[in-house]
């Protein structure tokens, strides 16, 4: 299964512009690649995904590196609402493939 | 967007008891639910999918008499932990799909905490 790797955890100042990284090395050329975000005690929320094309929707921006080996989720104004744990995930046989994630915290 | 219900929000009950967790996408059909365990500083754990009509496909490590899915209609899927101990105290959470593919997003339940004394 293809698995992938974020950092533990990121720091970024509120209404500043935010990039969380994400290696996916050993994905297949089917996979697509989804992001969720999880607040405390809530379920995972969709944020975006894609499989070779930058995406763009109202909550981020999903930049795919041309060998699809890493990925990175834009938030262009963060704010306090959008600290959260992030996970990049790869769709493998109808399944995603769930990492640990990265806990973003925003300070104000 | 897409709505997935989740019900109870939290439970707590004692040792030995059955518990029914109802996962409901609102406004699509939802073919293949998914559910998840979670526990406190850990990542989602993919127990079963659940598949409208059939019989649901569990992970590797997971007891399929110890927890019991029905996906009787398009639009709910229940989980059931029977005979219900301590250790499983979790916080589960469905999802469901709305169509099929790789370029459908899963929508997520507000996940049920399941506590047993």
């Known amino acids: 299964d293809a698995k992938t790797t974020q950092p533990n955890s990121m720091e970024s100042n509120e209404e500043e512009p935010v990039h969380l990284p994400c290696n996916h090395s050993t994905i297949s050329g089917t996979d697509y690649i989804h992001w969720y975000r999880q607040l405390p005690s809530q379920g995972p929320e969709y944020v975006i995904h894609g499989l070779t094309s930058n995406v763009n929707n109202r909550m981020a921006s999903l930049a795919i590196a041309e060998d699809r080996k890493s990925s990175t989720l834009i938030l262009h104004r963060a704010t306090l609402r959008d600290a959260a744990v992030y996970y990049c995930?790869?769709?493998?046989?109808?399944?995603?493939?769930w990492g640990a994630g990265t806990k973003l915290i925003i300070k104000p | 967007g897409a709505v997935v219900s989740q019900h109870p929000s939290w439970v707590i009950c004692k040792s030995g008891t059955s518990v029914k967790i109802e996962c409901r996408s609102l406004?699509?059909?939802?073919?293949?639910m998914f559910w998840y365990r979670q526990f406190p500083k850990q990542s989602l754990m993919l127990m079963a999918t659940s598949n409208e009509g059939s019989k649901a496909t569990y992970e590797q490590g997971v007891e399929k008499d110890k927890f019991l899915i029905n996906h009787a209609s398009l639009t709910l899927s229940t989980l059931t932990v029977t005979s219900a101990h301590p250790e499983d105290s979790s916080f589960y959470i469905c999802?469901?799909?709305?169509?099929?593919?790789?370029?459908?997003?899963?929508?997520f339940g507000d996940g049920t905490r399941l506590s047993i004394l």
């Open positions: 999802s469901a799909r709305d169509g099929t593919g790789g370029n459908q997003p899963q929508h």
């Open positions: 995930i790869s769709y493998s046989n109808y399944q995603l493939i």
């Open positions: 406004d699509f059909q939802a073919t293949t």
